[in-house]
Nanobody, 115 residues
Framework: QVQLVESGGGLVQPGGSLRLSCVSS????????IGWYRQAPGKQRELVAT???????NYGNSVKGRFTISRDNAKNTVYLQMNSLKPEDTAVYYC?????????WGQGTQVTVSS
């Protein structure tokens, strides 16, 4: 059974930083496209960032220049470094692994940006 485990969420003040981690098995992290998505209350889930096995990255418009996605295959982990956080970044952040018709989601981690 595929498991994706997110961690690193929490409460941070506007302008602050957090780093999220998504850990899975080696066969998932090294072979799948890994993405971070988020869902705020009352809103649809939206793309934050993705990273391919070749480390090509893609970002949602609202986070470009502030967030950075990276992968460490040796640690079976994909990271999301979030800087210059804004209240509108408040959401549950989910990790997703995708390869063809296969898609797997983590349970999510809450990020709250508030003073």
């Amino acid at each position: 059974q595929v498991q994706l485990v997110e961690s690193g969420g929490g409460l941070v003040q506007p302008g602050g930083s957090l780093r999220l981690s998504c850990v899975s098995s080696r066969s998932i992290i090294s072979r799948f496209v890994i993405g971070w998505y988020r869902q705020a209350p009352g809103k649809q889930r939206e793309l934050v960032a993705t990273i391919t096995t070749g480390s090509s990255t893609n970002y949602g418009n609202s986070v470009k220049g502030r967030f950075t996605i990276s992968r460490d295959n040796a640690k079976n982990t994909v990271y999301l470094q979030m800087n210059s956080l804004k209240p509108e970044d408040t959401a549950v952040y989910y990790c997703k692994a995708a390869l063809g018709p296969e898609n797997y989601w983590g349970q999510g981690t809450q990020v709250t940006v508030s003073s």
